[in-house]
């Protein structure tokens, strides 16, 4: 079975501190896509970070990075510079190649940063 | 930039009625999703929906389900009778172009409350 889990279902965080989201993810397919989704209060999920599973390097947008471990089936999200606008649910997700578009989610994490 | 939208953001029903969630998708998008997220659970896929067909369901998505796509910009979800465990948030993605591991993008959610 596919599955997502999301251990931490609640974390928070001093402004401008680091902090990482943990994500493990069971698939038997080699080829895959990972996300991570944003989603502040009564507003819409956002892309934060995708990783394609053949690439062994790590995204990285702006203050948001990712740690991939493939043998380890590791997808952790790390926000370095935390600001009060990082305030959110955040998903993980991920998607096979072959024969499907559906995502499969995790629970997510609700992540405060605190002023 | 384009979002997709979702109405409305609120629904509250007795058992037993039907309920339509409407979505628009971006405007150039050619594939559409709902998902759903039952309180505390995993975000779940329901259905992928192109060229005016269902092209993928999940076993959820049995015929108390219907999705539609009414005219050029509307995506709806129908659900004929609803039971208590309907009571989830329901989210509405899009996606350019159908490859796989695509981005979707999600609109903000319809919560609807099976009373």
């Known amino acids: 079975a596919q599955t997502v889990t999301q251990s931490q279902p609640e974390m928070s965080v001093q402004e401008a501190e680091t902090v990482t989201l943990s994500c493990t993810y069971d698939?038997?397919?080699?080829?895959?896509?990972l996300f991570w989704y944003k989603q502040p209060p009564s507003r819409q999920m956002i892309l934060v970070i995708r990783?394609?599973?053949?690439?062994?390097q790590n995204a990285t947008e702006n203050r948001f990075s990712v740690n991939f471990q493939k043998a380890a089936k590791s997808f952790s999200l790390k926000i370095s510079d935390s600001q009060l606008g990082d305030t959110a649910m955040y998903f993980c997700?991920?998607?096979?190649?072959?024969?499907?578009?559906?995502?499969?989610f995790g629970t997510g994490t609700r992540l405060k940063v605190l002023a | 930039e384009p979002e997709v939208t979702q109405t409305p953001s609120h629904q509250v029903t007795q058992m037993g009625q039907e309920v339509i969630l409407r979505c628009v998708p971006i405007?150039?998008?050619?594939?559409f999703y709902w998902y759903r997220q039952i309180l505390g659970q995993k975000v779940e896929f329901l259905v992928s929906?192109?060229?005016?067909?269902?092209?993928?369901k999940s076993e959820i998505f049995d015929d108390q389900f219907s999705v539609e796509r009414p005219d050029g910009s509307n995506f709806t979800l129908k659900i004929r009778s609803t039971k208590l465990e309907d009571s989830a948030m329901y989210f509405c993605?899009?996606?350019?172009?159908?490859?796989?591991?695509?981005?979707?993008?999600f609109g903000p959610g319809t919560r609807l409350l099976v009373l």
């Open positions: 929906f192109y060229n005016n067909e269902i092209s993928e």
């Open positions: 405007s150039n998008h050619l594939y």
């Open positions: 990783q394609e599973a053949y690439k062994q």
């Open positions: 993605a899009s996606s350019e172009a159908g490859i796989k591991g695509e981005t979707q993008y």
């Open positions: 698939t038997s397919e080699s080829n895959y896509y």
């Open positions: 997700a991920f998607t096979v190649t072959s024969g499907t578009y559906k995502y499969i």
